[in-house]
């Protein structure tokens, strides 16, 4: 019998979320990002319910943008990043990609590419992310020379927010860089994308700015990240139900052994958790090798036969310790979810263990290990 663990990939919830997001944006068009390998679930096994309703698929890797080639998918395909070398604009022509320019020497690499035929690009605008893109007084002389380029079909704009997901001094997050947006960009043609998850659920229907007339922060194009996989950009502050988002990973276990504590008796490594009163404790398969974080502290939540209850003591590699104590009924064998729905429909959001584990359930989704099992389930 394989190790009692594996994780489920939800494939009507990969379409519902993605559904929120359309609803979200009005009439704009959704990507649905898929870098990370689709941020840890794979990006073959969420395709058939992506692709009803994304309108594109988002990515950062070529091999990524393969892959959706490979499963037959015929619509756009944005770089998020763009290009690395020139060679891979060959690839972009092969497989007719749009991809992100940020930088003048993505803009050289294309002015000397041979063309087979015109590409459809993303030019980016720092707007104050600080991480890629062409600051505002670059832009305007990176966007004429691409519109010039005889290597280029059209030129699309866009940006990224950092503080899509909350307030920040004193304003909410994407005041600024939609100011510097709208500035930078109100005159020029093409279509927009600048909202990802927490500006889409968060700003979408609210206008760019004065100069960009009565366009959106949805603009032409959302980009659907983590709300497609059901994790919640804002948590605390909203969790998966207000948005009406599902879980797209369930991540299950059982419990292999059951060991009755007396008080002042320890578990696991460290002895860090010590039982101040006779206890049940269930020891589960799953451990930090299997992407559980190591860091998630006594207290960390978990569902025990879909009742939630709590992790004690470290988490070992393979093996992770729960509180049975009010749970009489659960023993061996018992389904411990560690995120993402149980078998009897409870859930437990991941963003709240993250949140136990100082982590953020993005990078969750994305560690789980490979030895673990997955089953796509409808
Ligand atoms: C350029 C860009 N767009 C969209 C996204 C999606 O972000 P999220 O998962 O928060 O929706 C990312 C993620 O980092 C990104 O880098």
């Known amino acids: 019998m394989p190790r009692p663990i594996e994780a489920i990939i939800h494939s009507s919830h990969l379409s519902h979320n993605l559904g ?19 941020y840890g679930h794979g990006i073959e096994r969420c395709f058939d319910a992506q692709r009803q309703v994304a309108d594109g698929f988002a990515c950062i890797d070529l091999q990524e943008a393969e892959r959706l080639r490979a499963l037959d998918w015929r619509g756009p395909i944005l770089l998020l990043e763009g290009v690395f ?12 990609l749009w991809h992100a320019i940020h930088s003048e020497q993505q803009i050289d690499w294309l002015a000397a590419h041979k063309v087979q ?37 059209d030129v699309a704009l866009m940006t990224h927010f950092s503080d899509a997901d909350a307030e920040r001094f004193g304003q909410d997050g994407i005041a600024h860089q939609l100011a510097v947006f709208d500035a930078a960009t ?13 500006a889409t659920l968060r700003h979408a229907g609210r206008p760019i700015g004065a100069q960009s007339g009565e366009l959106s922060v949805a603009a032409d194009w959302v980009r659907a990240g983590i709300l497609g996989y059901g994790g919640v950009p804002d948590y605390p502050e909203h969790d998966a139900s207000h948005y009406g988002l599902l879980p ?23 002895s860090s958790f010590t039982a101040g009163v006779a206890m049940r404790v269930g020891t589960v398969s799953c451990g930090y090798a299997d992407g559980y974080p190591r860091h998630a502290p006594t207290g960390t939540p978990v569902l025990v036969n879909g009742r939630r209850t709590r992790t004690l003591g470290r ?11 009010n749970l009489p009924e659960a023993g061996v064998g018992a389904e411990v979810t560690l995120w993402g729905q149980a078998g009897s429909g409870e859930r437990l959001g991941i963003d709240e263990v993250a949140q136990a584990a100082g982590t953020i359930g993005y990078e969750l989704m994305c560690a789980l290990a490979q030895r673990v099992p997955v089953r796509v389930e409808d």
Not at 248 to 262: D, K, N
Request: proline content about 5%; overall charge positive; hydrophobic content about 40%.
């Open 315 to 325: 988490v070992s590699m393979d093996m992770l310790a729960v509180d049975l104590t």
């Open 186 to 198: 109100a005159d020029l043609p093409g279509e927009r994308s600048i909202a990802n998850s927490a």
């Open 248 to 270: 797209g990973m369930s991540l299950r276990a059982r419990v292999l052994g059951v060991q009755q504590l007396e008080p002042g008796e320890s578990v696991g490594y460290g």
């Open 117 to 153: 035929h015109p590409q459809r690009v993303f030019l980016k605008l720092n707007s104050g992310m600080n991480r890629l893109g062409f600051r505002p007084q670059a832009f305007r002389a990176a966007w004429q020379r691409l519109s010039q380029m005889p290597q280029v079909e």
């Open 20 to 38: 929120v997001a359309r609803e979200r944006a009005g009439g704009a068009r959704v990507w649905a990002v898929v870098k990370a390998n689709a």
């Open 85 to 96: 070398e020139p060679r891979d604009l060959e690839t972009c022509s092969r497989l007719q």
